[in-house]
């Protein structure tokens, strides 16, 4: 399997080529030597575009794992086509303790990659239970264990978590509002409580993904069940379309992850 002619044909950019070619190589790995290979963790769009490449499905089976039933961010899992072995998942869940205000989402992140860790080597960060929950590569979950002291302003420990997440339910606001048009910059300006302008220039600046694929048009058509993500401020979801207003304007139901 050649992975350059592969990234050629599917790749938009430098990123997806080398994304592509990764998992090209961890592929003919696990094909060739009949074993499990593992990426790091993807994004929902990474894990979209190398489920969409058939050449891979030809000698390797792909699965995508998180740690948990829900988890948006999750490695692939690729066995030799025919492969009986079964490898534990290369990950770990910490437990971030602390005292004081509630820590975010960007906190938590912040505090992570400030210690010189890649992104990729990053799973989901599940702000909503407590203790605060990370999933990270099991490689590196001893350094952060060991190096982990502050985050935002609060002093933290961190430990192996003994949590069982796969009951958590992502904990989500519910936004009941009415838009002129289901136009995505429409939808976004509520979702997200921002000018539609900003909403506007967001979408043709590259900021915004449509059920994981960037979209660029601020005029694209919305769903229901559509998830958009905005850089920056998180995700929400189209959950609920209604009827029409007196003024013409279309009830709908957005479901805001916090």
Not at 80 to 93: A, N, Q, R, V
Not at 136 to 141: F, G, S
Not at 206 to 226: A, F, I
Request: contains cysteine.
């Amino acid at each position: 399997m050649n992975a350059r002619e592969i990234a050629a044909k599917y790749a938009k950019n430098d990123e997806e080529k080398q994304l592509i070619s990764r998992i090209a190589e961890l592929c003919n790995k696990a094909f060739n030597k009949d074993t499990v290979c593992f990426s790091n963790f993807l994004t929902p769009h990474e894990q979209t575009l190398i489920g969409k490449i058939k050449e891979f499905r030809s000698i390797a089976d792909i699965d995508f794992n998180g740690g948990y039933a829900d988890a948006e961010r999750r490695m692939a899992v690729i066995k030799g086509i025919g492969c009986s072995i079964d490898i534990k998942l290369p990950i770990e869940k910490l437990s971030i303790n602390y005292s004081g205000p509630k820590l975010t989402h960007r906190d938590i992140l912040g505090a992570i990659l400030g210690l010189g860790i890649k992104r990729e080597m990053v799973g989901d960060i599940l702000c909503g239970i407590e203790p605060q929950i990370i999933i990270v590569h099991k490689q590196i979950a001893d350094f952060i264990i060991l190096n982990a002291k502050k985050a935002g302003r609060a002093n933290i420990s961190v430990e192996v978590a003994e949590s069982d997440l796969d009951s958590v339910q992502p904990q989500k606001k519910i936004i009941n509002t009415t838009v002129s048009s289901l136009r995505l910059d429409a939808v976004i300006a509520e979702g997200f409580s921002i000018p539609r302008s900003k909403a506007v220039d967001a979408v043709k600046l590259g900021r915004v993904c449509l059920n994981w694929q960037e979209v660029t048009s601020p005029s694209k058509e919305v769903k229901e069940g559509d998830k958009i993500s905005l850089k920056g401020m998180g995700k929400i979801q189209l959950s609920q379309i209604g009827g029409k207003s007196r003024k013409d304007r279309t009830f709908i139901t957005i479901e805001k992850y916090i």
